[in-house]
């Protein structure tokens, strides 16, 4: 069971990751380890690279062999193997408004070659996860922003992703919305031992539910460790009785980059979700 435990190789790993679109360096050398189970947060200003890096990691961004493994596998090498493994939320809106909530799970389900024998319940079985059951044969357009997310989420879950990557799951979102759809997501953590990498912009979030966490800026990891151990070193670092909280921590890392167009609230991002919600 330990040798088993041991054996299992780790979820997500990035060795000197690099991707550029043109001059623009979007990932630059970037090193990191996501261990098979734990909720990772992934944080950063807007155009710190953290969509790109996830994009690097599904496979819908071509990468050299030897930069990214998904559960031992190489995306370059075994492209397929990696998409089999993965769950995944865009932050674009994935879920078609002229469908049923069950007709936008069941497509997914056949795109991600869910078998035809297990379809019909595998279907029943996501939509029951994110507690869709009573809405699932309404069209998708009649759905609050909250309730898209959890749709979204239900056709991410599947193909009982291994590791689901979510980018910004909770942006434009009410509390109340967001509370929900991190809810569902631990239910399922806890009932599957999946892993999750997810980006947001909410301190708070990430603090309550991210293991550990990684602020990103300009392409690259500046800081990285659970929430509390990144409060205590800058708590420690300044030394002067003084509470910081992660949003603290990160401002204190970026430095000036978070006022630079990059602030966590940024008005881009907010517009684009509200556009994707609806
Ligand atoms: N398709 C693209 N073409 C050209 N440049 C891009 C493209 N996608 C991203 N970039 C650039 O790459 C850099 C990283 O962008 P990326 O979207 O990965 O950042 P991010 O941290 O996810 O930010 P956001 O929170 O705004 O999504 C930015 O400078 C961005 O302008």
Redesign the pocket.
Known sequence: MNAEREATPEAVVCSGLNYA??E????DGLDLSVSAGECFGLL????????????CVTTLLPVPPGMVTVFGHDPAKEKMAVRRLLGYVP?QLSADGGLTGRENVSLFARVFDVSRRERAARVTQALEAVDLTDAADRLAKTYSGGMVRRLELAQALVSAPRLLML??PTIGLDPIARTSVWEHINAVRKATGMTVLV?T?YMDEADQYCDRVAL?HK?TIRALGTPEQLRTELRERRADGSAPTLEDVFRDVAGSGLDEGGDFR?V??TR?TASRVG
Do not use: C, L, Y
């Open positions: 679109f043109g623009t360096k979007a990932v950063g200003p807007n155009g710190a690279g953290k969509t790109t890096a996830i994009r932050q980018d910004e980006t912009h990103m392409g940024d881009r991002s684009r």
